[in-house]
């Protein structure tokens, strides 16, 4: 393991936020982590913890020991007639898990394709798409604790996934160093189309029948039509949760705002975060360097050489207009990165 000095994260976060951090180091294993830790130990620098850079917005430079996790590989732990118990490094790129799956024959992410991010995200958020959570085939993880360096194996129970959460972004948030992440996925396919225009996109793709591959081609040619290339254009996909209020109070909406779409779930109702913010005049507004996607408002983008600091402030601006439009306040789903939210080792 290599620790540099004074490195640029322009090229490891989607949003291309360029912050400089006083060292860097990218883990490769659970020794390496170990190793590093003692070093931020060492020098008296708290570290942050980076895998794919998709879900952060950087604000200012960062006097700490930036890890990026690095940890690699894909192996089948355990099969029998109906599942496969498929364990993979947190450093894998999550869509390399889910061609892997493809590959095998195996299902239950396919609806997941093309979630930017890497594996050991996936528990941390409980990362969701077109139907699916991913708690609905998480077996365990293995993680680091920090102040120890034990390392300990976590259960479905334990890791308490909520919508785009989990122990790890509440009371666990920044105790723990996620290493590997085992899924159940399944021999026989049972396909979840339901959801948004996936049939649609299916009939027009010519495919007949819903297989596991051509769902995930599906949701790979919807994704693709609505959300912006980080490669292309800075962003970090979806920079707001969906909602989720009372059907009381969706009920008293809707009378004023009778276009209003949801989603109830018993005494709740899921509400769509783009319609609010296309319908606060948002979708497409540019300010100076940063602005909204034109065709997802739920998109914040970097045009070039905007700073963090304008992407929050964009976002504060549009919470307050759904609030005080809707009444309904908006929850960021990206986590925003300065040194006051750094770990202390």
């Known amino acids: 393991m290599k620790i540099q ?22 883990v490769e294993s659970k020794e390496d982590i170990l190793e590093a830790l003692n070093f ?20 200012e430079n960062l006097d700490a020991l930036v890890l990026k996790v690095n940890i690699l590989g894909i192996k089948e732990i355990k099969t029998n007639d109906k599942t496969v118990l498929i364990e993979a490094g947190s450093g894998v790129i999550w869509h ?30 409980n990362i969701g798409a077109y139907g699916v959570e991913i708690k609905a085939v998480f077996h365990s993880l293995e993680a680091i604790e920090i102040s120890t360096g034990l390392i300990k194996t976590f259960l479905p129970s334990e890791v308490r996934f909520g919508y785009r959460e989990s122990v790890f ?4 948030k920044g105790k ?9 996925l399944s021999k026989i396919h ?53 909602p989720v209020i009372p059907a009381s109070d969706f009920d008293n909406l809707k009378l004023k705002f009778p ?10 109702v899921k509400v769509p975060a783009a319609w609010l913010i296309e319908n606060t005049g948002w979708k497409g507004k540019q300010i100076g360097e940063v602005g909204v996607h ?18 929050l402030d964009l976002s504060h601006q549009i919470q307050m207009d759904v609030l005080s439009k809707f009444g309904i306040s908006l929850e960021r789903e990206v986590n925003v990165v300065n040194f006051e939210n750094l770990i202390n080792v």
């Open 259 to 268: 276009a209003l779409p949801g989603y109830p779930n018993a005494s709740q």
């Open 40 to 59: 931020a130990k060492s020098k008296m620098k708290p570290i942050l913890i980076l895998g794919g850079g998709s879900n952060v917005l950087f604000t």
């Open 176 to 184: 723990y160093i996620i290493c590997k992440v085992s899924f159940n």
């Open 294 to 311: 034109k065709k997802q408002p739920l998109v914040l983008v970097n045009y070039g050489n905007g700073k963090g600091e304008e992407i």
């Open 5 to 26: 000095e004074n490195i640029s994260l322009k090229a490891y976060n989607t949003f291309g936020i360029d912050v400089m951090a006083s060292f860097f180091a990218e």
């Open 190 to 242: 049972t396909p979840n189309i339901s959801y948004g225009d996936i049939q649609t996109v299916l009939d027009q793709m010519g495919h007949t029948t819903a297989t596991a591959q051509n769902i995930s081609k599906a949701i790979i040619s919807i994704r693709q039509s609505k959300l912006p290339d980080p490669k292309e254009i800075g962003n970090a996909g979806s920079f707001f949760k969906n």
């Open 96 to 125: 390399e898990l889910v061609l892997y799956s493809l590959d095998k024959g195996l299902s239950g992410i396919e609806n997941l394709s093309l979630i930017p991010g890497t594996v050991g995200a996936a528990p941390m958020q």
């Open 169 to 172: 972004k509440t009371s666990l």
